[in-house]
């Protein structure tokens, strides 16, 4: 203590010393938590190991993979399913593009995620001076992401951190990037600066109530549609506006489709869901009402055949409204007579008031004729189901499946790969809104274990994942992640070796096995075993239903590496016509 002119004054390193300080690593995690945020999807390496230890000492769970890709799909459906972005946590250039996939993936989902990168020192980078893991991260993050900050002072990491989670959430949800050179986190400040810099973001996802002559002109249209239909998509899933949703079908008498993950918001057994006659009400249906899906190539773009095509009799007629936060979606492929721009709860609602008790119900023929191909198909469907062939099909395996999830609805599908991702869409019922999770709009392969694992920590529900062989195998390492987290999921491997089937051979006839072929009679069950979770090897339905209900009661991570026939399934499953080999024909 003490200078030359006051003995007893504090020095300048003193008074450092006395001085609470915070710095850049502890206002990161601040910021994120008084934002309500409490987990991070992640792995660990420079500039960021201390940023996950310090956030695991303060109190937030940091769930770490085994490659970023997986963190990256785990942050966003953790997204999806809470409505607060998900963080994925990665290092500089390697991790943060390995990161990068699930990033351009959410924002094409419209999942909100916040992809956090360490990066290395802007002055090296900008030069091109080759520093460790140099790399523009920022322009190469901006064309994926709906919107993409740096942030290099210490004092912005707050204003950093609100902007990216209002980008995340507000309006059409997506993916952001969030670039933190490496000299940020050590960067220190005097701790009530640090915490006045923070922002606890308001109302980060307002409400964007609808024009009421928008909601008239639907109403209208929709009052005066002889065969009216609802498509509900993973937007209305995404919105919480469950309990509207469904007064919105059941007030309106309408036949509603679910997109694939907007199953379950009212259950798929209910007699006003049209799925089991998709293909006869979507050229038939005369006025059709989008409520958070969009009409993209899940959709036929909403024309051609699927749509009835040039020789239907109502070729061009059909009228379409359209539900949708982003005002720049109608229009997109066909004419939308019917915007209405919002957000679903608020768009939702402000139908449902339109549609008191005088309603009129939709056209008692038409309510006919789609009840009476429903019934049609799911007879159908009911006998393919009945039968048990050896050795076991999707079919009869998904018969399976689609009677665990009857038992346990509360239970969350994830689900990947192409047989047996349509056999599971169209097989296995779901009960309750936002339990299915898959491929979504660009039919990815690998995001099942990323989602797996978020489900199962955000959720704390039991995880039913089924996998094609092929799709398990982008993200098979993180069963180790399963485990070591001791999740409750079970993976179920439809193994029938290789991509889409098992049979390709060689023309060539060399060596080589065919490009889609894979070792015949693998063990897939085996590889949780390395890591002391339950291995289970099935070749029949019975073999499956005792594995899977062992795994549910358990909750024990477990795989069960089901045999299905090599034979079953067709290339690129229900999609075969995309491939350009058929379109040539
Ligand atoms: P699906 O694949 O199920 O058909 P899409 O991903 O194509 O669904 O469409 C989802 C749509 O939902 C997007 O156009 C998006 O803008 C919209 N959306 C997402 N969240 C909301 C919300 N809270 N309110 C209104 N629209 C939303
Ligand atoms: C990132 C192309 C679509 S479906 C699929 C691949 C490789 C696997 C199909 O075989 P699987 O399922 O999983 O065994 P099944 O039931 O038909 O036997 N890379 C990425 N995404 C996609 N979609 C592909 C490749 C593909």
Redesign the pocket.
């Known amino acids: 203590m003490g200078n030359v002119e006051n003995p007893v004054a504090a020095t300048p390193a003193e008074v450092q010393l006395v001085r609470e300080m915070t710095d850049g690593f502890q206002l990161v995690i601040d910021a994120l938590k008084l934002n309500g945020i409490d987990t991070i999807f992640g792995l660990p390496g420079i500039p960021i190991t201390d940023l996950t230890r310090k956030a695991q000492a303060a109190g937030m769970r940091v769930i770490s993979f085994r490659h970023e890709q997986n963190a990256g799909n785990a942050a966003a459906i953790a997204g999806f399913l809470t409505q607060k972005p998900g963080i994925c946590l990665t290092v500089s250039a390697p991790g943060f593009l390995n990161g990068l996939t699930a990033l351009a993936n959410a924002t094409t989902?419209?999942f909100p995620v916040i992809l956090i990168s360490g990066s290395s020192e802007r002055e090296i980078v900008d030069l091109q001076q080759g520093d460790y893991e140099e790399m523009d991260q920022l322009a190469i993050a901006k064309p994926l992401a709906k919107a993409a900050f740096r942030v290099l002072e210490a004092g912005d990491i707050g204003v950093g951190i609100a902007r990216a989670i209002r980008a995340a959430v507000s309006g059409?949800?997506g993916g952001v990037y969030l670039d933190l050179p490496a000299k940020l986190f050590a960067q220190t400040l005097d701790a009530e600066a640090g915490r006045r810099s923070l922002i606890k973001v308001v109302d980060p996802a307002p409400r964007q109530i609808p024009a009421k002559d928008a909601v008239q002109r639907a109403l209208d249209l929709l009052k005066g549609a002889k065969r009216p239909l609802i498509i509900l998509?993973?937007?209305a899933a995404?919105?919480q506006a469950d309990a509207d949703i469904r007064a919105l079908i059941e007030r309106s008498g309408i036949p509603y489709l679910p997109?694939?993950?907007?199953k379950g918001l009212l259950p798929d057994t209910h007699e006003q869901c049209a799925s089991a006659a998709r293909s006869f009400v979507l050229p038939e249906a005369d006025v059709v009402m989008l409520i958070?899906?969009?009409l993209?190539w899940?959709l036929s773009h909403g024309k051609g055949k699927t749509w009835g095509g040039k020789g239907h009799k109502d070729w061009g007629g059909q009228k379409f409204i359209q539900v949708?936060?982003?005002p720049l979606?109608a229009d997109s492929n066909v004419r939308i007579d019917a915007p209405v721009v919002g957000?679903?709860g608020s768009c939702v609602s402000a139908l449902l008031a339109g549609i008191g008790a005088s309603w009129p119900k939709p056209p008692a023929e038409w309510l006919a004729a789609v009840a009476e191909r429903k019934k049609q198909n799911i007879a159908k469907m009911a006998e393919t189901l009945a039968k048990n062939p050896a050795p076991m099909n999707f079919h009869s395996a998904l018969n399976v499946v689609r009677d665990i999830v009857k038992a346990n609805p509360d239970a969350i599908l994830v689900n990947e790969g192409a047989n047996a991702l349509d056999f599971t869409r169209s097989i296995v019922d779901m009960y309750q809104p936002r339990k299915r999770l898959d491929v979504?709009?660009w039919g990815v392969m690998g995001i099942g274990m990323g989602f797996a694992v978020a489900a199962a920590v955000v959720s704390g529900k039991p995880v039913i994942a089924v996998e094609g062989d092929s799709a398990f195998g982008f993200s098979g390492m993180e069963v180790e992640t399963l485990c070591r987290y001791n999740l409750p999921v079970c993976v179920v491997v439809f193994n029938n070796n290789g991509v889409y089937r098992g049979t390709d051979v060689n023309p060539a006839g060399g060596p080589d096995v065919a490009p889609t072929v894979f070792v015949k009679g693998a063990r897939y069950d085996k590889l949780i075993e390395a890591f002391g979770g339950v291995g289970v090897h099935a070749t029949t339905p019975a073999e499956l239903r005792k594995a899977m209900e062992e795994a549910i009661r358990s909750r024990k991570p477990t795989l069960i590496n089901a045999v299905i026939d090599e034979t079953a399934g067709t290339e690129s499953g229900r999609i075969t016509s995309l491939n350009p080999s058929a379109k040539k024909k």
């Open positions: 989902n419209c059409r949800p998509g993973k937007g995404y919105a997109m694939s993950m907007a958070g899906a969009r993209n899940l949708d936060i982003s979606e957000d679903i979504g709009t």
